[in-house]
C-alpha cells in the first residue's frame, strides 16, 4: 500500500533544470520535477544525485553526472532508498519510553525540555565527559562536534573502529594521511580484499572497467570470489588472514630483484635499509606455506606489479580485508601502503593519490565562535599514547561505548542515525552497556534495535525532507561541493539535525552555539569559495579550486618522508616496520565443522540500515542472497546440500541460516553477507531475517588501534 | 539517429558484477509493484577451487525480430514496432499468457491488479530524446551499451563491428535485438 504522499516542493522551482538533453540520464515525464540532492543510502558514498517528483511523489533517481563518487550512475540502493520515505514503519513524531517498555508520542517541546533537564543534572554529578555523541562521519558531523565541545565532552565517535581504522592508522603512519586511487589510469590494479562492486563505490568499479578496456590487469586477492572478481584476471584465494604473509613476500621480491623506484626510494623515504634488511626473512617460498598462493604466482604477481610502476597500485582498501579483521590488520594495511610506496606510486597518475579536500568556511565569520575544545581525554583512549595511540580522535572507538557504559564512565548518550546494537559485536554485551545509561537519546528514521533501547527517540526528517550541511565528500582528483537539498515537504512531525540540536541547546545553556538556520550555516561554509548557496542547490555539485596535479608532495608524517621504518610506531611500543604476525584465532584443522566466518556487503544492503527498505529485502529473496556461503567440498564432507539450513555456533553466540555451496570460497572459511539479522520488532519488513556476524563475535579490542579484530571468529557449522 | 532507427542493445557480461542497480532503475521508471520485474540477473558459476569464475548475465524482453509472442497474441496486444520494439498494447491484452508461455526469455509479467502482462520496453517513451533506458544508464561499469543500429555512427555499430558477441537462443530463430559479448 502506499502512504499519503508528500506534496511537491520544487515543482516550479526545478522547471529550469527540467532540459537536460546533454546529460546520459533516463528521461523526465513534462509532469515530473527532477530536483539535485545528494543520496543517503549509505553513509560513505553520498552520490549525487536528481530525484524526480510526479504528481507530488517521489518517483525516481537519476545519478549527476558531474560527482566524482558516482559520475551520473546510482546503485541499487539509491534507487531503491528514496521510497523509503513511504516505508510505514517511519517514527512519525517523538518517542518517549514509558516504564512498561512502550513508547508514547510526546511534543517535541517536551522531548527538549526533559532530555535538557535529564542531561544538566547528569552533567552535574558525573561531568560533561560522562556524554557520547555517535554517528556516521557525515557531512554534518561538525554540528555534533560543536553541540559536544559546547558541552564540554571530547566524546564525538564514529563507526570506524567497527570498518576501516586499521587502514588509516596504518596509511598515516605511512604517508600521513589517507590516499586515494588513480584506478583508471592505472595498468596493473590489486585488490587485498577489497570489494567495491559489493560494498559499493561506484565510481571505482567503473574506473577499475575503463582501465581493463585500456588494457590494465586486475588482480583479486580475496579468500572469496568477489563481485569484483569476477572482473579480474586473476583471483588468488588467499587463506584468510594471511594477506599479510602475500605482501610481505611481494615486497621481499620487489627488494631483493631490485624492481623498486630506486629515485624515488632514495629521495622520499626513509628506513629502507631497515626494510631490506627485514625483508630476507619473508620470500615466497616462506610465504606460499601461510598463505595457499603458490610461490610462482607471488614471483609472478610482484614483477608485473613492479614491472608497471609508476602506474601500478594496490588499492588502498576499505572494510574487507584489513580495515578492522584481525590481528594483524593495522601490519598488513602498512605493507599495503609500503609495498606501493616502494614502485614510487605515491602521487602519481595511475598510482595513489593524496585527495584533494576543500577547506569550508567558519562560522566565526558569520559571529558564531566556535566552543572551545574539551581540554581532557577521549573515554574511549583514542589517540591517547599508552592507550589506542593509532586511533583517531575524530573516529574514537564505537564498541568501547557499552563497556565504558557498564564501568559507570559514560552515562549518557546521543546516537544519530547509527545502530550500534545491531553493527557493534557481542549484541548481548552492547545491549547491557546501553541499558546501563542513565540517558539515551536516539535520532533517528526508524526503531533501530538501538532506537528501541532508547529513552527518547527524536525523528529527524527524511533525507528527502530536508536540507542538510555542505558536504566535500565528492572530493579526489577534483574538489567538489555537494549538498542535500529537500525535494518534498516532511510528511510528519519530524525536524532536520541542526534544528533538533538547537532545540535541545536553548535548555542546556548552550544556545548562543547554535542561532543560526541551514542556510545561514551554509552561506558561511560556502564564503570562501564565492559560491552562492542558490548556484549549488541549482547545480547540485560545484567544483572548487584547482585540480590535483602529479608530483610529490611532502608528507604529514614526522620526517616528511614515505616512513617505511615508523618511530613513532616505534616510540608507541609498535612495531615499526611490519613483521609477520599470527591472527588471534585460527580454525581446529582437525575438526570437519570448524570455519573461520568472514563476512562482506552486498550491492543492495547497507550495515543494518536497508534490510528494513521493502524492495531491497524483496530482491535478497528473490535472488535467495541470505545465505551463508560455504566451500562445496568442506559442505559435502559435513553432510550439508545447497539450500540446507546450518546451525552455526561461536564461544559467543548461536543461530541457523540457509547455506550457499560454492566452489567461490577458500575451504577454511564460511562468509555470511552482513545486512541482514534484524531483531527490532518495529522494523516489520526485516524483522527475524537472516543472522549477523556481529551476532558472534567477540568484544575485543586491537592493541594498536582498538578496533574490533571483525574476523577472529571461529564457528562450527553443522546441518540443522 | 538515423531516420528509420532500430533500436538494440550490447550487453557487456565480462563486466557486469551482479549489482542489481538495472533492476532496482527499472522497477522505478516503470512503477512497477514488488514482485514484478522487467530485467533481472542470472549468476553462473564455472569450474573448481581455486580455478573458479562467474558470470552475471543480465536478462530481459530480447526484442526479438521474429518474436514468438506476437504470434500467439489472440487481440495483437502484442506488436512488432518499425523501431525494432516489441511492445504491449495493455488495453487490448485479455490476459490470456499465452505470450508468457511461448517466451524463451521468461520476459514477460502479469501485472497483478489489472490481469494484463507487460514487460520491457526498452523504455521506450525515452527514446529519440538523447534518453537513455534506465537500466543503461544506471549501470556504473557500463555494461549495457544502448542505440540505434541503423546509425553507422552509433556506439552500438562500432561496438557491434568490432566486437564478437551472441544472441541467446540463436537457434530457436527468434533473432534478438541484444547481443551479448561473453568473454
Same mark, same amino acid.
Given at each position: ?80 532508498? @528514496?521510497? !523509503? %520515505?513511504?516505508?510505514?514503519? =517511519?517514527?512519525?513524531?517523538? &518517542?518517549?519510553?514509558? /516504564?512498561?517498555?512502550?513508547? +508514547? ?99 571505482? @568499479?567503473? !574506473? %577499475?572497467?575503463?582501465?581493463? =578496456?585500456?588494457?590494465?590487469? &586486475?588482480?583479486?586477492? /580475496?579468500?572469496?570470489?568477489? +563481485? ?493 | ?183
Amino acid at each position: 500500500m502506499r502512504a499519503a504522499a508528500g506534496s511537491a516542493l520544487a515543482s516550479g522551482l526545478a522547471a529550469g533544470t527540467l532540459s537536460c538533453s546533454t546529460e546520459r540520464a533516463a528521461g523526465v515525464r513534462p509532469d515530473a520535477s527532477k530536483i539535485p540532492t545528494q543520496c543517503q543510502g549509505c553513509g560513505a558514498n553520498r552520490c549525487g544525485i536528481y530525484v524526480y517528483v510526479k504528481n507530488g511523489r517521489v518517483w525516481k533517481a537519476d545519478g549527476n553526472p558531474k560527482t566524482y563518487n558516482n559520475a551520473g550512475t546510482v546503485c541499487p540502493r539509491g534507487h531503491a532508498y @528514496i521510497q !523509503d %520515505i513511504y516505508n510505514p514503519d =517511519r517514527i512519525k513524531q517523538p &518517542l518517549k519510553r514509558t /516504564d512498561k517498555g512502550t513508547y +508514547e508520542p510526546i511534543t517535541w517541546e517536551q522531548a527538549f525540555e526533559e532530555i535538557s533537564t535529564k542531561l544538566n543534572l547528569l552533567i552535574m554529578d558525573d561531568g560533561p565527559q560522562s556524554v557520547f555523541w555517535i554517528q556516521y562521519p557525515m557531512a554534518n558531523m561538525p554540528l555534533a562536534f560543536r553541540f559536544m565541545h559546547a558541552l564540554g565532552s571530547p566524546n564525538t565517535i564514529t563507526h570506524g573502529a567497527t570498518c576501516f581504522t586499521a587502514r588509516n592508522a596504518a596509511f598515516n603512519a605511512t604517508c600521513g594521511g589517507l590516499p586515494d586511487n588513480d584506478l583508471k589510469n592505472s595498468r596493473y590494479i590489486i585488490m587485498v580484499g577489497r570489494n567495491p562492486a559489493g560494498g559499493v563505490k561506484l565510481q571505482q @568499479i567503473r !574506473d %577499475i572497467a575503463e582501465a581493463k =578496456r585500456k588494457g590494465a590487469r &586486475l588482480v583479486v586477492l /580475496d579468500p572469496r570470489h568477489s +563481485e569484483t572478481a569476477v572482473m579480474a584476471d586473476d583471483w588468488l584465494a588467499v587463506r584468510p588472514a594471511s594477506d599479510l604473509a602475500f605482501l610481505l613476500a611481494m615486497i621481499n621480491v620487489i627488494i631483493e630483484e631490485g624492481l623498486y623506484d630506486h629515485k624515488f626510494v632514495e629521495e622520499h623515504t626513509i628506513g629502507f635499509d631497515s626494510l631490506r634488511d627485514e625483508i630476507v626473512t619473508y620470500p615466497p617460498e616462506w610465504a606460499e606455506k601461510i598463505c595457499d598462493i603458490p610461490k610462482e604466482t607471488i614471483y609472478r604477481i610482484a614483477r608485473e606489479f613492479a614491472f608497471n610502476k609508476p602506474r601500478a597500485l594496490i588499492h588502498r582498501g576499505y572494510h574487507g580485508g584489513y580495515g578492522a579483521g584481525y590481528l594483524n590488520s593495522f601490519q598488513t594495511a602498512r605493507a599495503v601502503a609500503i609495498a606501493n610506496f616502494l614502485i614510487g606510486n605515491y602521487e602519481r597518475v595511475g598510482g595513489l593519490f593524496m585527495p584533494l579536500k576543500p577547506t569550508l568556511g567558519e562560522l566565526e565569520k558569520g559571529g558564531h565562535p566556535a566552543p572551545a575544545i574539551p581540554d581532557v581525554e577521549k573515554a574511549d583512549g583514542a589517540g591517547v599514547p599508552g592507550r589506542y595511540p593509532t586511533a583517531s580522535y575524530s573516529d574514537g572507538i564505537a564498541h568501547a561505548v557499552p563497556e565504558l557504559a557498564l564501568a559507570g564512565k559514560l552515562k549518557a548518550g546521543f546516537v544519530y542515525h547509527m545502530n550500534p546494537v545491531r553493527t557493534n559485536p557481542n549484541p548481548a554485551r552492547v545491549i547491557a552497556g546501553y541499558k546501563k545509561l542513565e540517558l539515551l537519546v536516539t535520532i533517528d528514521c526508524v526503531m533501530s534495535e538501538t532506537a528501541a533501547l532508547s529513552h527518547y527517540v527524536l525523528p529527524e526528517s527524511f533525507f528527502l525532507e530536508r536540507d542538510d550541511h555542505v558536504d566535500t565528500v565528492h572530493s579526489g582528483p577534483v574538489a567538489q561541493l555537494t549538498m542535500v537539498q529537500q525535494v518534498v515537504k516532511p510528511m510528519y512531525d519530524t525536524k532536520p539535525l541542526l534544528e533538533i540540536i538547537t532545540g535541545l541547546s536553548r535548555g542546556l545553556g548552550i544556545g548562543k552555539y547554535f542561532n543560526f538556520t541551514m542556510d545561514e550555516l551554509n552561506d558561511l561554509r560556502l564564503r570562501p569559495f564565492g559560491v552562492t548557496l542558490d548556484e549549488l542547490k541549482k547545480g547540485g555539485v560545484i567544483e572548487v579550486g584547482p585540480r590535483w596535479e602529479e608530483g610529490f608532495k611532502p608528507c604529514k608524517t614526522p620526517s616528511g618522508k614515505i616512513e617505511f621504518y615508523s618511530s613513532q610506531l616505534e616510540a608507541w611500543g609498535l612495531d615499526p616496520m611490519p613483521r609477520w604476525q599470527e591472527p588471534l584465532v585460527a580454525p581446529d584443522s582437525s575438526d570437519k565443522n570448524s570455519f573461520r566466518l568472514l563476512h562482506g556487503k552486498q550491492a543492495i544492503h547497507t550495515h543494518s540500515m536497508t534490510a528494513n527498505v521493502p524492495y531491497l529485502m524483496e530482491l535478497s529473496s528473490r535472488y535467495d542472497m541470505i545465505r551463508l556461503w560455504i566451500n562445496r567440498k568442506r559442505a559435502e564432507a559435513i553432510g550439508l546440500k545447497d539450500g540446507d539450513t546450518a546451525v552455526v555456533e561461536s564461544d559467543i553466540g548461536k543461530g541457523t541460516v540457509r547455506v550457499r555451496l560454492t566452489d567461490g570460497l577458500h575451504p577454511s572459511a564460511v562468509w555470511m553477507p552482513s545486512g541482514y539479522g534484524i531483531f527490532s520488532k518495529y522494523l516489520t519488513t526485516a524483522y527475524g531475517k537472516g543472522i549477523n556476524y556481529n551476532d558472534f563475535l567477540d568484544t575485543y579490542f586491537d592493541p594498536a588501534v582498538g578496533h574490533i579484530m571483525s574476523n577472529e571468529i571461529i564457528v562450527r557449522v553443522a546441518k540443522a | 539517429m538515423s531516420a528509420n532507427p532500430k533500436w538494440a542493445m550490447i550487453i557487456d557480461t565480462t563486466r557486469c558484477v551482479g549489482c542489481l542497480a538495472c533492476v532496482a532503475a527499472c522497477h522505478n521508471q516503470n512503477e512497477l509493484p514488488m514482485t514484478e520485474y522487467f530485467n533481472r540477473i542470472e549468476e553462473q558459476e564455472f569450474g573448481h577451487f581455486p580455478n573458479y569464475n562467474r558470470r552475471f548475465t543480465p536478462m530481459q524482453c530480447q526484442h526479438c525480430d521474429n518474436p514468438p509472442c506476437v504470434g500467439v497474441c489472440p487481440t495483437g496486444a502484442s506488436y512488432k514496432r518499425d523501431d525494432g520494439i516489441v511492445a504491449v498494447d495493455i488495453k487490448k491484452c485479455i490476459g490470456c499468457k499465452y505470450c508468457i508461455l511461448s517466451c524463451p526469455y521468461n520476459a514477460r509479467v502479469v501485472n497483478d491488479e489489472h490481469g494484463y502482462v507487460h514487460k520491457c520496453s526498452f523504455c521506450a517513451g525515452l527514446l529519440g530524446k538523447d534518453d537513455l533506458p534506465a537500466c543503461v544508464g544506471t549501470c556504473p561499469t557500463g555494461v549495457r551499451v544502448f542505440g540505434d543500429l541503423n546509425d553507422p555512427n552509433s556506439e552500438i555499430s562500432k561496438l557491434a563491428a568490432t566486437k564478437k558477441t551472441v544472441q541467446i537462443g540463436k537457434d530457436l530463430n527468434t533473432r534478438p535485438s541484444i547481443y551479448y559479448i561473453i568473454g
